[in-house]
Nanobody
Framework: QVQLVESGGGAVQAGGSLRLSCGAS????????MGWFRQAPGKEREFVAA????????NYADSVKGRFTISRDNAKNTVYLQMNSLKPDDTAVYYC?????????????????WGQGTQVTVSS
């Protein structure tokens, strides 16, 4: 199986930016669709963004569209989430996920490989 480790989280003021990274080991990510999810305390984990095997297709939650950009570098076995114009509502633990199917990444929380999460805190 693929093992995922997120990094790049931290504290930032509203309007600021962060770039999250997800490094993979155990397997190359080239054959996996990759995604980012987030979960705030006491809330359900929610989909944020996904990217296809080749990076040719992306999908975003409406709440982050236009502000976040997902990308991947298969040669480095790494997926990124560039987060701009951050809002307090973006505060959450962000999780990297992998699945062979792009459709599954965008539609379900089950059947995914998960990273351990990285905290993002956005203050007013």
């Amino acid at each position: 199986q693929v093992q995922l480790v997120e990094s790049g989280g931290g504290a930032v003021q509203a309007g600021g930016s962060l770039r999250l990274s997800c490094g993979a080991s155990g397997r190359t990510i080239s054959m996996y669709a990759m995604g980012w999810f987030r979960q705030a305390p006491g809330k359900e984990r929610e989909f944020v963004a996904a990217i296809s095997w080749s990076g040719g297709s992306t999908n975003y939650a409406d709440s982050v569209k236009g502000r976040f950009t997902i990308s991947r570098d298969n040669a480095k076995n790494t997926v990124y989430l560039q987060m701009n114009s951050l809002k307090p509502d973006d505060t959450a633990v962000y999780y990297c996920a992998a699945h062979p199917s792009m459709v599954k990444v965008t539609t379900t929380l089950s059947g995914l490989y998960w990273g351990q999460g990285t905290q993002v805190t956005v203050s007013s």
